[in-house]
């Protein structure tokens, strides 16, 4: 009897530790067996752009198929008040065709200009072929039809298919440089925190954005639920004036010039997260944000060469296009996600 009750219990034991694995791990993943402490976020970007279309639904479901920990996306309000998952602020004639089967031609109207049925009329299901889009993303595989979807569809998608795991990284999609293409960003932020909310999602969520005004109002609505703050210091798009020494005005008034360093400025802000360009990361940076009590990810990062690097820096979050060489080298270092 004692024997018997002994395997009743260690059975049980088992089942419990296999129910309780997270994402990234198998019970016959032998790499995987000691669960090492380290756990990064493998955020698949835009779904994951580098194996199929941008942001659709078709798209994501792949990439949740994949396995990542989270899904970046980024959501933009139609005319008639509807959030859409896109990435531009204006249509992408490199992606978009209409009911005729045609590419849009530049310069392509605002999404906020447009209705939603405008909106989901047109095809974004495959590149326009000879742009430079089209040589970044020679392996995404076209899926004719796909449509801009709305956000509360892809929300259904997910519970639709009963993970309860996966986390969404929604970045709103506003300049403070072209005000007229979106809506204020209180009223932005309230807009995407009300269909959170609804879908009964706040704990799975982070609220991402370059520009941080929309982060500041989420942070007074909804304190809990964690902001990443995205930098980029391009010559086309220097969204933190360190280099230039002019205050920015994506940054919402937590000004380098004030601030000394990127990390100390997300700290001021009240974020939980910085988001860097992945090239702009040091290891000096990233030792910096964490002892402020950031959390840092590097975007987008497409090279496993380059994943190594950044890994071995101590970031906390990958950001990529091509998750699928990312869950490789995850593998292969017993990193889990």
Do not use: C
């Not at 609505?221 to 703050?229: E, N, Q, R």
Request: proline residues 7%; aromatic residues 6%; charged residues 25%.
């Amino acid at each position: 009897m004692l024997l018997l009750r002994s395997g009743i219990v260690l059975a049980a034991l088992l089942t419990s530790a296999a129910l309780a694995q997270p994402v990234g791990t198998t019970a016959s993943d032998p790499a995987r067996a000691a669960a090492p402490a380290r756990m990064i976020d493998l955020q698949g970007h835009r779904g994951a752009r580098g194996l199929w279309p941008e942001n659709t639904l078709e798209g994501f479901a792949r990439t949740l198929d994949l396995g990542v920990s989270t899904l970046e996306l980024d959501v933009v309000p139609t005319r008639d008040g509807v959030l859409v998952v896109h990435h531009d602020r204006t249509l992408n004639p490199d992606i978009t065709r209409d009911a005729a089967g045609r590419y849009l031609e530049p310069p392509a109207p605002a999404v906020f200009s447009l209705s939603l049925a405008e909106v989901q009329a047109l095809d974004v299901g495959r590149i326009r072929a000879g742009t430079r889009y089209a040589r970044s993303f020679a392996s995404q595989q076209p899926i004719d039809g796909a449509r801009i979807p709305r956000l509360r569809d892809l929300f259904r998608l997910v519970r639709e298919r009963g993970d309860t795991r996966v986390r969404f990284a929604i970045e709103t999609k506003l300049s403070p440089l072209n005000p007229a293409e979106s809506p204020e960003p209180e009223v932005f932020a309230r807009m995407l925190m009300d269909e959170i909310t609804a879908a009964g999602l706040l704990d799975r969520v982070q609220i991402l954005s370059f520009d941080w005004r929309t982060l500041q109002a989420v942070q007074r609505s909804h304190p809990g639920v964690p902001t990443v703050y995205i930098t980029a210091q391009f010559d086309s798009l220097d969204t933190v004036g360190a280099r230039s020494g002019r205050d920015s005005p994506w940054v919402a008034g937590f000004t380098h010039a004030r601030h000394g360093s990127i990390p100390r400025m997300i700290r001021a802000a009240g974020g939980s997260h910085w988001s860097s360009f992945w090239r702009e990361l040091t290891p000096e940076l990233v030792r910096e944000a964490q002892s402020l009590g950031l959390k840092v990810l590097a975007w987008t990062v497409n090279e496993p060469e380059a994943m190594a690097r950044l890994l071995d820096m101590g970031v906390d979050g990958l950001v990529t296009d091509r998750p699928d060489l990312a869950i490789g080298l995850l593998r292969e270092r017993g990193i889990r996600w």
